[in-house]
């Protein structure tokens, strides 16, 4: 399983033991600014019999030497195309190969079409619903693509246990923020405040802000506006009752009263347990921050109705389009598990045949002359799917070497962060003036 960051190692991680039960699981972090680091691959708590970081050169020798049946590419879309068009080519000839499988570790809100061309040429696209299995066939056959690798499943990290109130314990309100939605200094400050707010009017309540990732580490968005420090200087500081927090968000959930965020997947987490969610409408309903896609879902409210003790009620016919078992596993009779059993049936029939056809994405360089070479460069293959020859990441690295490679990448990053965080801001506020 390939990951290139903490979320997408959650999703492909769970998606390899959900379609593939008790099988083994080498998992490969691919090397870029977004690798997670060891507290966040902890904190979501999936296990991989090894677990290594590679670059996208070591990882087409790696499938190419060694006999894996299947491949999870959970990775941004230009990644799995690159990585299609390097194992089209190291694979080229060869009796057998691994069955490929990708997908999307959340809400589809953005970039739909371009995503998902992006990955075809896996031999499984996996839709995490009904909804978003019926619009990724629609691309495809919209651009004459084979549609057949789609197969509805669902989310793979789904689960807990149905949401009860508790007597033992405050009455929690989570806030779950996001690394890039909303972008801007004022809004986040703007959610921020209103949190502490809702911390002030409700003394009897406890807020948490759950945060994805601490300073310094990197996740698939780098935060321009991070909360922590948004939070120390906030005028008068957070309340007693209000606080950051860290931590598996299935631990969270154990402890949530209230679910309130703009767009993020956690509120999917969050329905599937029957938690009351609210997705907020205070910044506008707008495809730029993905909150549209909770449309006819009865979730959508602001912090004033929340402050006002309103309580959202998710409407189940919403909740099962998107593959969303309201009140957890056990209120669906099993359905949940059952989400998985077209993507096991498809994988274990692929990995049975004796010879699979060759990995054909949509783009070739017929198709899209201009976009492909440019996406496959990125990577360090050339226009033909390979590794182009001479570069550091191709050559085999000394102890030394390596070394050096990793204090250059840390500070690269951290370089990186860096110019996000602090320049970039700056930059842009003296261009308004």
């Given amino acids: 399983m390939l990951a290139d960051s903490d979320t997408r190692w959650k999703w492909g991680a769970l998606t390899a033991h959900r379609i593939a039960p008790g099988a083994r699981i080498d998992g490969l972090l691919l090397r870029g600014r977004a690798t997670p680091t060891a507290r966040q691959l902890d904190e979501v708590g999936v296990r991989a019999a090894s677990l290594r970081e590679v670059t996208a050169a070591e990882f087409l020798r790696e499938t190419d030497r060694d006999a894996y049946d299947a491949v999870v590419l959970s990775c941004v ?14 694979l080229d000839g060869r009796e057998r190969r691994p069955v490929t499988v990708t997908g999307y570790v959340g809400v589809v809100y953005e970039k739909l079409a371009d995503g998902l061309l992006l990955r075809h040429g896996a031999d499984v696209v996996l839709a995490n619903s009904a909804h978003d299995a019926e619009r990724f066939r629609a691309v495809y056959e919209g651009v004459g693509a084979d549609a057949g690798s789609v197969v509805e499943c669902a989310l793979p990290f789904l689960g807990g246990e149905p949401y009860r109130t508790s007597d033992e314990r405050p009455y929690t309100v989570v806030f779950a923020v996001q690394p890039s939605v909303p972008a801007s200094r004022a809004d986040r400050e703007y959610l921020l405040r209103r949190a502490a707010g809702h911390a002030r009017r409700h003394p009897d309540r406890e807020v948490l802000v759950k945060l994805r990732s601490k300073p310094g580490e990197h996740t698939t968005h780098i935060e321009e506006q991070p909360y922590q420090r948004l939070a120390a200087r906030l005028p008068g500081g957070l309340p007693d009752n209000c606080r950051l927090v860290y931590g598996h968000m299935g631990e969270v959930l154990d402890r949530t009263d209230l679910l309130v965020t703009v767009s993020s997947t956690a509120a999917l987490e969050s329905l599937h347990r029957g938690i009351p969610t609210a997705i907020l409408t205070d910044l506008g309903v707008r495809e730029a921050l993905g909150n549209h896609h909770f449309l006819g879902s009865g979730c959508l409210a602001s912090w004033d109705q929340l402050d006002e003790g309103l309580l959202p009620e998710a409407d189940p016919a919403w909740t099962a389009r998107q593959g969303v078992v309201a009140g957890g596993p056990s209120s669906g009779g099993g359905s949940y598990e059952a989400a998985f059993d077209a993507a096991r049936e498809r994988v274990a029939a692929l990995v049975a045949r004796p010879v699979l056809p060759p990995i054909a994405p949509y783009y070739t360089l017929a198709t899209a002359p201009g976009y492909l070479p440019g996406i496959l460069a990125r990577h360090g ?30 500070a690269a990053r951290g370089a990186y962060r860096h110019g996000v965080q602090r320049v970039a801001p700056v930059i842009r506020r003296m261009g308004e003036l």
Avoid at 79 to 87: E, I, K
Wanted: charge should be positive; proline fraction near 7%.
């Fill in 77 to 90: 879309g230009g990644t799995v195309q690159a990585m299609l068009h390097g194992l089209a080519h190291a």
């Fill in 381 to 410: 293959l050339d226009p033909s799917g390979a590794p182009r020859t001479g570069t550091a990441a191709d050559r085999p690295a000394s102890g030394l070497r390596r070394a050096v490679r990793a204090a250059v990448r840390d």
